[in-house]
């Protein structure tokens, strides 16, 4: 290693720079004696530091000429014998100019020129010594492949002989194509450079120079056939990977025409609102749809990777109702999403696209009969799990997988049995596409478009490694080539997105209750309603605030109402999951979150639950002293943990936390106001980011009905809840019950 270094000090000090003139002389003889030798030699060249007209022949340098020049002076000769001592432990062919009297040339054999071609010039360029040919003989053969139906000139003539990409069944040829010097070469044109055996051949009226060895593979070469998918992706990167070593790509016919459309950065025609949709989509989302209607009506699958609150949900909604404007793409569309988030899409469904058919596939009566035409069906992960069998059974127009992050183990049950569910197009939706490696980016666009990244241990070798790595910028080019088509992610910071974000997004996020909060719930309904009749009426109204107070805890989580001293937390709330759901993908974007909560319990248990998973969290509530909960923000402001836990009463004036840029409601307060001025803690002078609003709501309970009433009916809310929980003492027992009583999909 000393000696190693020691020569490349040498040469870096050496002041002179090697390269090597190939001459070749007898040509003309050659011409019309084909018997004639032709003789090749290497001229030694040396070359100073003032630019490329500082340079020489080394005879010229041993017979001094020119050597007061500052370039060449006064060490020129010593240095260039250390470069040569470097160049010929490369090259041995070099050795003989060491024991020369004057070390200017030496002659090369056919086998020593061919050698020079190829690996002999890459050694001598990693010691810095170049080797220039004579001009007027073309060389380097280069290997290209041409991957599609032969070029008839058709490439932007539509779709019409597009194979399906996914089919396995469906193949598309892959043939060789040769160029010398830049020109093409004929099949017959190769096979006599191969046949000569030699480095230096006849052709077209020329001379050219190729590695016999090079040519005779070359020549050996065969067209194969490929699957289509493989073939889009060979299109896309510019290059393919045939027998270990990569070759360039050239696509033809359709496959051109399909790269075209894709890789095009408006496309050719917009989708606009579809009929039926009851929203107006902002500029992006516009954009966004026009994307997925491209990309799903090529039969590709594809992943909507938007930042949260950007409105993937609609998007998609709008997707679906496009897509049943064609024939060829209808279908009843299945939306696979974390059990947290059945409500939200249900919700967003009956909102924005009014009349469409919805139901949940979920539970012990679920059931797949009658379906209708464009209905959407929404599942869980887990359910499909338990059922992929006859969710594969239907023919489905589109399937989406929400949180698709879900899947990133490729292995997992969950992933597997999704792949087992045809759709005539799949959309996955996540905010967090790669969250620790890019296997997990695979995991998503291998289901979205099976076959298009190629197996999993060929990705992870051709591009995991070398971009995780930071060893192979050409390797990360190569794959935002490939999967850029498929992948489209927008932040709120890009241009044109966040200007047309309002600052501040209210979204009501509906969650079912788990099957112990259900029972807990309906049991202590029943109890008290049965009792409060017979009680006076300072008694009924305490017993009405001690239910509203339960069931409210109740769907917070079981433990707090229970008042447990060492609950398992886990699986228990559907709050609690929706909260991880929510916390995964604002963590991933390194943004920081306020949780509120009325109650100081409901805060431990979180603060408990969050550091069991390793989320570092903060807790402030009306009992902290002034100068700890001054310390409690100034440790969120500087991003020391990036979950701050509030309880009501610390919720109050005075807290300035705009680290935070997502706010999160874990329960619902009577009081509107009182939202508003937590929501205030984060949305206020000084916050540069949009801020958005989550409201946890367990959907079926008395925090859905009190949602329904602030969202309904603003004068009404204002009149009942203005005074809190107090006024609702005041209900008759027929309005009670109606008010607390479990219903529809949460029983």
Not at 130 to 138: F, G, M, Q, R, S
Not at 483 to 506: N, Q, Y
Not at 563 to 573: F, I
Request: overall charge negative; proline content about 6%.
């Amino acid at each position: 290693m000393r000696a190693w270094a020691d020569d490349i000090a040498v040469g870096h000090d050496a002041g002179v720079r090697l390269s090597l003139r190939v001459e070749a002389s007898g040509l003309d003889d050659a011409v019309s004696q084909a018997d004639a030798p032709v003789r090749f030699r290497a001229v030694l060249q040396v070359h100073g530091q003032s630019g490329p007209a500082d340079v020489m022949d080394a005879a010229g340098l041993w017979a001094g000429a020119d050597t007061g020049r500052a370039a060449f002076a006064p060490r020129a000769r010593a240095d260039a014998l250390l470069a040569l001592r470097r160049a010929a432990q490369a090259w041995p062919p070099l050795t003989p100019l060491l024991s020369a009297a004057v070390p200017d040339a030496v002659d090369l054999a056919d086998e020593e020129i061919a050698e020079l071609l190829g690996e002999g010039a890459r050694a001598l360029a990693a010691v810095g010594v170049d080797v220039h040919w004579p001009k007027h003989l073309a060389r380097g053969l280069t290997s290209h492949a041409a991957i599609g139906p032969p070029d008839d000139g058709t490439a932007s003539s539509g779709t019409a002989t597009v194979p399906s990409l996914l089919s396995a069944d469906e193949r598309v040829t892959l043939s060789w194509w040769f160029d010398l010097g830049g020109r093409e070469l004929s099949r017959e044109e190769l096979d006599r450079l191969a046949e000569a055996k030699r480095p230096l051949v006849r052709l077209r009226d020329g001379w050219v120079l190729v590695d016999p060895r090079e040519a005779e593979r070359a020549r050996t070469e065969r067209d194969r056939s490929v699957a289509p998918v493989e073939a889009l992706a060979a299109a896309l990167t510019g290059s393919a990977e045939v027998d270990g070593r990569r070759v360039d790509v050239r696509p033809t016919g359709w496959l051109e025409g399909l790269r075209e459309r894709l890789t095009a950065q408006d496309p050719a025609l917009t989708v606009g609102r579809p009929p039926g949709l009851a929203a107006t989509l902002r500029d992006y989302q516009l954009r966004g749809l026009d994307w997925l209607a491209r990309t799903t009506s090529l039969g590709l699958g594809c992943c909507l990777a938007d930042d949260m609150g950007l409105g993937k949900t609609i998007t998609l909604i709008a997707l679906h109702l496009h897509r049943q404007t064609d024939l060829a793409a209808a279908g009843p569309a299945l939306v696979v999403c974390p059990a947290s988030l059945l409500g939200n899409w249900q919700r967003e469904i009956e909102r924005f696209a009014p009349g469409v058919p919805v139901r949940r596939f979920h539970g012990p009566r679920r059931d797949l009969t009658s379906l209708a035409d464009g209905e959407f069906v929404l599942t869980t992960y887990g359910t499909l799990r338990l059922d992929a069998a006859r969710l594969a059974a239907v023919p489905w127009g589109m399937v989406v997988a929400d949180e698709a992050q879900h899947v990133k183990n490729p292995y997992s049950a969950t992933a597997r049995a999704l792949r087992t569910i045809g759709a005539r197009a799949r959309v996955a939706l996540t905010g967090t596409p790669v969250e620790n490696n890019l296997t997990e980016l695979w995991a998503i666009l291998d289901w979205t478009t099976p076959g298009l990244l190629g197996s999993l241990g060929s990705f992870r070798a051709r591009y995991a490694q070398p971009v995780e790595g930071g060893r192979d910028p050409a390797a990360a080019q190569r794959l935002a080539r490939l999967v850029g088509p498929f992948l489209l992610r927008r932040r709120k910071s890009d241009p044109g997105i966040a200007p047309e974000l309002p600052p501040k997004t209210e979204t009501d996020h509906p969650v079912a209750l788990t099957a112990e909060q259900a029972g807990l719930y309906e049991a202590l309904v029943r109890e008290t309603l049965d009792r409060i009749a017979s009680v006076d009426d300072m008694t009924r109204r305490g017993m009405i605030m001690r239910l509203l107070t339960g069931l409210k805890q109740i769907c917070n989580h079981p433990a707090q109402f229970l008042k447990e001293d060492d609950p398992r937390l886990a699986g228990r709330s559907g709050k609690l999951e929706l909260l991880d759901e929510l916390l995964g993908t604002i963590l991933a974007a390194d943004s920081g979150v306020l949780v509120f909560t009325q109650y100081v319990r409901m805060a431990r248990l979180l603060e408990r639950h969050l550091a069991a998973r390793g989320v570092p969290s903060l807790l402030l509530h009306g009992g902290t002293p002034v100068a700890a909960r001054e310390e409690l923000v100034r440790r969120f402001q500087a991003g020391e943990a990036p979950v701050f836990l509030l309880s009501l009463k610390a919720a109050g004036t005075g807290l300035n936390l705009t680290r935070a840029d997502h706010v999160v409601h874990y329960d619902r307060w009577w009081n509107p106001a009182v939202e508003a001025q937590a929501t205030d803690r984060a949305y206020r002078i000084g916050q540069t980011r949009p801020v958005q609003v989550h409201r946890l709501i367990a959907e079926g309970t008395l925090e859905d009905r009190i949602a329904e009433m602030l969202g309904r009916k603003r004068e009404l809310a204002d009149a009942v809840l203005g005074s809190g929980e107090a006024a609702l003492t005041e209900l008759s027992d027929e309005e009670l019950a109606a008010l607390v009583e479990l219903r529809g999909e949460a029983r």
